[in-house]
């Protein structure tokens, strides 16, 4: 059998194995309310707009004056006649999203041909990121060669960030896919002369202008390619790159010139957004913690696999050395390679410092954000890092081959660096927890992985299955958790519509929320069609006692959930616990970040 067969038979291996793998965890997982929000809005409801902003006849979202049956909830993410499509999907994002409506159409082609489900809501971005793995090999095998390409293929594949945000009902997978396919063409027209740059440009502009309508947050990878061309592609012209721009932007603008106005009005999103005080060692720390928790043991934003084994310094050393391999030999002046002993001496030195540094400000942040019922951990945690650093003595001590410099290297340099500063910048100037949201940075995520790859095949074979070992000890409980957990984000529906099944008719179920999915989701996931109450404390249109007496009248018990936001205050809960005796608390799975409280009411009844 020819090399080239046995190649094509592996790669078709390695794209079962990533299919295989995302359309399992794609259907085992429940909603999360991010995802059913994206189901809303596909729907053609709008659900977090501003109380004036609601327009019920047009299928907006309300929170009912009294209890409703779980159907009335349910409509609002489901197809329903009446609902105007797809212009009710156009005002939806201009009301409450910062993005064009171009993920929310595609969503509505896919889900009106195919029906609504878990697996078919996640199926565009499983779809989408399947389409980024070409784009993985072409990019590192242009600047690495073939092994490179392999080694950058897997690693996307099996990644534990590249799993949670390909299985994902929202617009990630497709910020990953134009994150990479624009880095790919960026460096494909500098290798292009004649006609061929000038089909390429054309393609380039448009792709560019698609992106940035599909996220606003891919402007840093626009930013990062338009600087590089400026430094290393002369050959296309100044002329020609301004027009390349300039047409990028037209595409763009026709949708975004709304976006600072939109950002600036005080919506129910900047309400919550806006305005919240960060420690500044938080900031500093959140953007290295986040990118390099994209290759290491820190894995997602799903909150339980912040107290995963792997939260220390330790953990960042293994992707800091790989990151900080392909930057050295850009600095011969400062650490001349050709003087291995003068080298290993500052490399260990600036490692070591950069290490420390990073660390700190990471255990500082980790320690503020672990659960205390988690801190059981740290022993563990202890163990594992110590575990994971013996390697790295050894690595250090033995022989790094080093390639040349590249500039190419230095586009994926100006990607992670740019997107890593965006949130931040916000979090300065506008005072929002941007730089808190790890999926603010996964324009740099394909550039991450690139230079993970590139590092990586700098070793020698035995260091690389070193680094292949390492990568297995670091990723295996966040494989173990997609193995088995059926939540995700924290917010467990089904768990809770199992629990409300069990509620009489004269019970009523309060759902408490500061985000309208809660509601939509704990409707969802309940297999019986019981009556359900909600209750915003943020929007302002209910109103303590009388609405929430209104509500509780005639009831022989209330059942009170906090679907995703156990952690903030409820003055609706204060009143219950005040007026009412709370009996129990409903055990939820670990890690779930929701609550059910059960109260019976003083008398016979609530309000008798």
Known sequence: MSRNRIGALAFALLVVVFLSARIYIAQRESLWADELYTLSVTTGHSIWQLPEQTRPDLGDYF??????????????????????????????????????????LIQWIWLRAVGISELNLRLPSILMSLATLPFIWLIAEKLGGSRSAWIGCLIFTLNPASLYFSTEGRVYAFTLFFSTLLMYLTI?????????????????TLIAGIALLCHILLASVFVACVLWLLLFARNIGYKRLALMVGGALVVALSWHVRLVHAMSENTLATKQWFGVSIPWWFELSRPVSSVLSFISSLGTENPTSFVMPGISLFVMLPPL??????????????LPVSNKAIFNVRFT?????????????????????????????????????????????????????????????????????????????????????????????????????????????????????????????????????????????????????EI????????????????????????????????????????????????????????????FVKGRDRIYPSPAEDW?????????????????????????????????
Request: charged share 15%; hydrophobic share 45%; net charge positive.
């Open 188 to 204: 494909s027209l500098r290798d292009q002369a004649g006609s061929l740059q000038k089909r390429k440009a054309i393609i380039w």
């Open 576 to 608: 219950l616990r005040k007026n009412a005796r709370l009996e129990k608390e409903f055990p939820l799975p670990y890690g779930t970040n929701s609550q059910i409280l059960y109260f019976v009411p003083l008398h016979k009844t609530f309000g008798s």
């Open 321 to 334: 050395f790989l990151l900080c391999l392909i930057f050295l030999p850009m600095m011969p002046t400062i």
């Open 349 to 497: 030195r600036l490692w070591a410092v950069t290490s420390a540094v990073c660390g700190a400000l990471t255990l500082m942040q980790y320690s503020a954000t672990v659960p205390p019922e988690c801190t059981g951990l740290y022993t563990e945690i202890v163990f594992i890092a110590t575990l994971c650093a013996l390697p790295f003595l050894w690595i250090l001590s033995g022989r790094l081959k080093f390639g040349e410099y590249d500039p190419r290297h230095l586009l994926l340099y100006l990607n992670v660096t740019i997107t890593t500063l965006v949130p931040l910048l916000l979090d300065i100037t506008e005072h929002a927890p941007f730089c808190f949201i790890q999926r603010y940075y996964l324009p740099a995520f394909p550039a991450i992985i690139l230079l993970v790859t590139l590092a990586i095949s700098r070793l020698k074979l035995r260091t690389q299955v070193i680094f292949a070992a390492l990568g297995i000890l670091l990723w295996a409980p966040l494989w173990t958790n997609f193995l088995y957990s059926t939540t995700r984000h924290q917010e467990d529906y089904r768990a809770i519509g």
């Open 63 to 104: 929170d009912p004056p009294r209890p409703q049956a779980a159907a009335v909830y349910r409509k609002y993410i489901n197809f329903e006649p009446g609902i105007k499509l797809p212009e009710n999907i156009v005002r939806a994002c201009i009301l409450v999203d910062w993005n064009s409506p171009i993920y929310y």
């Open 500 to 559: 409300l099944k069990e509620s009489r008719a004269s019970d009523l179920i309060l759902i408490h929320h500061r985000f309208p999915p809660s509601a939509l989701g704990v409707a969802d996931y309940l297999t019986v069609d019981k009556e359900l109450a909600s209750w915003s404390d943020e929007s302002g249109v209910q109103k303590i006692p009388d609405d929430l007496v209104a509500l509780v009248k005639g009831r022989t018990a209330v059942y």
